[in-house]
Nanobody, 114 residues
Framework: QVQLVESGGGLVQAGGSLTLTCATS????????MAWYRQAPGNKRELVASISSGSSTNYRDSVLGRFTISRDNAKNTVTLQMNSLKPEDTAVYYC????????WGQGTQVTVSS
C-alpha cells in the first residue's frame, strides 16, 4: 500500500524553481510532523526541511532562504517550494514523517543543470 506519493520534480536550469508535493493519507498526516529528504547518487539520504504539526519549520543550512516547506491540512499534502536552485540540489527527493518511520515512496527526481 502506497502511503507517500511525491511529485513535481523535473529538469531545471540553475537559478530556476520547482514545487514538490507529497500526498498522503489523513491518518498519517494528521498530528504528525512531516519532512522532505533527498538523496544524491553516492550520498546518504539527508533531511532537507521539516514542518511540525503546528507548522513550525526547520531547514538545513544549504537551502535556508531558498526553499520553503508548507502543509495543507485539508488536503493532507506537504509542499516544498524550491527557488534559486543549484546543481548541488540535484537528487531524488522524498517525503516522510520527521522521524521517518514510514516506508519510503519512490521519490521525485530533481535535476539542476549548470
Amino acid at each position: 500500500q502506497v502511503q507517500l506519493v511525491e511529485s513535481g520534480g523535473g529538469l531545471v536550469q540553475a537559478g530556476g524553481s520547482l514545487t514538490l508535493t507529497c500526498a498522503t493519507s489523513r491518518s498519517i498526516f494528521s498530528g504528525n510532523g512531516m519532512a522532505w529528504y533527498r538523496q544524491a547518487p553516492g550520498n546518504k539520504r539527508e533531511l532537507v526541511a521539516s514542518i511540525s504539526s503546528g507548522s513550525s519549520t526547520n531547514y538545513r543550512d544549504s537551502v535556508l532562504g531558498r526553499f520553503t516547506i508548507s502543509r495543507d491540512n485539508a488536503k493532507n499534502t506537504v509542499t516544498l517550494q524550491m527557488n534559486s536552485l543549484k546543481p548541488e540540489d540535484t537528487a531524488v527527493y522524498y517525503c516522510n514523517k520527521i522521524i521517518p518511520t514510514l516506508e519510503w515512496g519512490q521519490g521525485t527526481q530533481v535535476t539542476v543543470s549548470s
